[in-house]
């Protein structure tokens, strides 16, 4: 039995226990170290959890192949990543899986090669080599991929260039360095409130403590000058600071005012970034040097040195909330990890979630407001437009009122933007003569058509065919017809009744990545005047000629059965509003309804914050719904429907009972198929002191699906269907 010379470490495998290895002679290993160890045929990546320990038989033990020479995983990091995957009810090393996104940025970064002109005259010369020796006479050294680029030829031709000795080789510095933040380069002068505001968070950051404030302003309001100053704060006391957006908002035009407010840029983390600079950000945030990074949810499983401050804009997005694997929220365990490492996390929003807000109003968070826009901006004025009195003509979605509006607005010279969250040409696509309705082959939903792609899609899998030319039941031609709006046809509509003005289409699958943030730069600029878009257009975007607001169906996100579809539908309104009147002219938002007498839509009309919030937290409070409960789905599903029906249905006799606990299902889910797999789910409801993995574990624990089977329990969903 021996202790000293084994080591406890952790894969990124959806294993329960770490596993324990032998430490060969002559290396050294401290928990947080990354190593490279076998298992079965293969060598994997870990970090070592633990050292020492008990083992009975040592000679079974494999041993550590190798050690990397990157900063170890610091404790607090490993501690955090143990709690996000009790919090969830995963096994670590899933969690683990998250932060170890970047192999390659263990060890030592590999080395650059480039070129520069040797002033040596090759024995041969082509018109090819010619143009390369002319690129790099300016003397700067280049790679090969870039030579060839700017030369407009084959790597071939460089490399021959190389050999016949024309060019020589130097070796870069292996990744860029990270400068150094100014922390007052672009100080703006603030408001009076803003200057309170930036006080209050400041005197968080300085504290040392942990602390969650909620910084809760109008759109407009200057909230991100403010918790500049908190970041500055930070940042003066030599340690890192993230910035986390929503994957959508992380946007150039945002990126650059960072850049602008710090003088340096910022290192950049979400899923368009390049596998290099993925590197260097990674080794750059686990060295210490990358002091301020503005990146997406996946960013909190960086490997952080010295986090002094987490800021989370747009709170309220449900973006936050991962989907899939590990279902974790990214504000929620922002917030852990500041307790856990005892740093202020601050909370931004101009609709907070209901969950802040009652955190806020119990004391636990700091509640910073700024009431009023920035300057002379003003909130916009906001009217409900009673569909019930309008005889829209089929095919038609815009109010006459709502017409007018833009005509008017167009005619002024501003920019109008049509707000409906739905992709695509029209959600339902059916026969005339037979009534049959295009569905998805593998889910239980209807197809969309992207009439600009000819496809039909399924928002569910993925799967998309062709529009077809006949019924695929009855088999009549040009018998399908489009039902309800998408973006795209009213964007058609709008074609027709502005054709002079610049339409630009804003939904994530039309505008990916770069293409997106072009448009949005060239809206800014003011190269359209109608944007038309999902809700994409409700994410922060500062267009300052942006006058009119036109919500297209206000009731849509009301129409679920999720539990926050209220707050949802208040947050999109309040947000898409906000985007009119942002400049020195005032703005105006046009919200079409059917149900203008609904509680929400009157409180928006009147700006009454309070009073939605008010009638909102009353029902679910009533409904135990969280703030006032916690949640957690439980998702079984298979590919045989009766079988998983009778598993989902078995597992009701092991419900444990519990004081404050309840159980609803199992049923079959709303989206009842998806990818050819049949779902059931239930739903546990309990109160707030109730410890809801404890009770998960105790049921759920010892379960272990067999087959085609799978159990997939959700804390805190955010999902219904
Ligand atoms: P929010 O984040 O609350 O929506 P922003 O911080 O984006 O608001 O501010 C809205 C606009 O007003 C931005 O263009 C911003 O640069 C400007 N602004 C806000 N506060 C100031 C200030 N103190 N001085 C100059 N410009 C400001
Ligand atoms: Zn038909
Ligand atoms: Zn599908």
Redesign the pocket.
Known sequence: MTTDSTVQVLLPLALDDAYTYLVPDGMTLAPGDYVRVPLGPRLVIGVVWDTGGEVPDTARLRAVSEKYETPAMPELHRQFINWVAQYYLEQPGSVLRMALRVPEALGAPRQQIAYRASGQQPQKMTAQRTRVLEVASDGLARRTPELAQEAGVGASVVKGLVKAGALEAVTLPAMAAFAEPELNHNR????DS?TLAAADLRKQVTGRGFSVSLLD???????????FEAMAAALAQGRQVLLLLPEIALTGPFLR?VEERFGVPPAEWHSAVRPRERERVWRGVASGEARIVVGARSALFLPWQRPGLIVV?EEHEPAFKQAEGVNYHARDMAVLYGSLGGFPVIL?S?TPSMESLWNAGKGRYGHVR?EA???K?QLPDISLLDMRAEKMPSGEWMAPALTQAVAETLGKGDQALLFLNRRGYAPLTLCRTCGFRLACPQCASWLVEHRFRGRLACHHCGHEEPVPDACPSCGSENTLVPCGPGVERLAEEATQRFPDAKIAILSSDLSRGVLLRDTLQAIARGDYNLIIGTQLVAK?H?F?QLTLAGVIDADLALETTDPRAGERTWQMLAQVS?RAG?GDKTGRALVQTYMPDHPLMQALAAGDRDGFLAHESDIRERAMLPPFGRMAGIIISGSDRDETGRFAQSLLRTVPDAKDVQVLGPAPAPLSMVRGRHRFRYLVMCARDVDIQAYLRQWLGGIKPRGSLRLAIDVDPYSFL
């Open positions: 703006v002068e603030l408001s803003q302003g109008v759109t407009g309001s200057g909230k991100t000058e403010v918790y005012r804009d931004a101009a700024l826009r920035y300057g901006a922060g500062h300052p906000g942002r």
